[in-house]
């Protein structure tokens, strides 16, 4: 049972953003003031990444732990409320997320995925990922 009433889960589920996260900001920050010039939610490219380098081929995208599903074993069996909504819509992100690397992948495309805690915890890391996917000189 749902401890918010229809009017306040709406609320809260309109305020959740699909593009220009903190996480994608800290990522896209950290590219940014090092010099690499990227498109953000290019709608262009299948799956519409979070950050896109074109004359690379490199797509990034910023997956949050609860719509995608991080250790979904251990977890879908902590969701209360709406259980078989939920567990529906998680589990077919989870399986468009593998659809949409597979066709990128297949098209010739490197696709980096990274969690936000991992973003968030260590986004130099991440950033050295990229560089490492994107090989020598910046995109432009």
Not at 12 to 23: G, L, P, R, T
Not at 83 to 111: A, P, Q, Y
């Amino acid at each position: 049972m749902d401890k918010l009433t229809k009017e306040q889960r709406h609320k809260n589920m309109v305020a959740v953003k699909n593009k220009d996260s903190n996480i994608e900001l800290v990522l896209r920050k950290i590219l940014w003031d090092n010099g690499y010039r990227y498109r953000k939610n290019y709608s262009k490219v299948y799956g519409k990444p979070d950050i896109v380098f074109i004359g690379k081929k490199v797509a990034v995208f910023c997956d949050s732990e609860f719509w995608h599903g991080y250790s979904w074993k251990e977890n879908k069996d902590k969701i209360h409320s709406n259980k078989d909504f939920w567990i529906k819509k998680i589990e077919r992100n989870m399986e468009r997320d593998e659809e949409v690397n597979k066709k990128l992948e297949n098209e010739g495309w490197t696709v980096l995925r990274f969690w936000g805690k991992e973003i968030t915890k260590n986004p130099r890391e991440c950033f050295e990922k990229i560089v490492k996917a994107l090989g020598k000189g910046h995109e432009i």
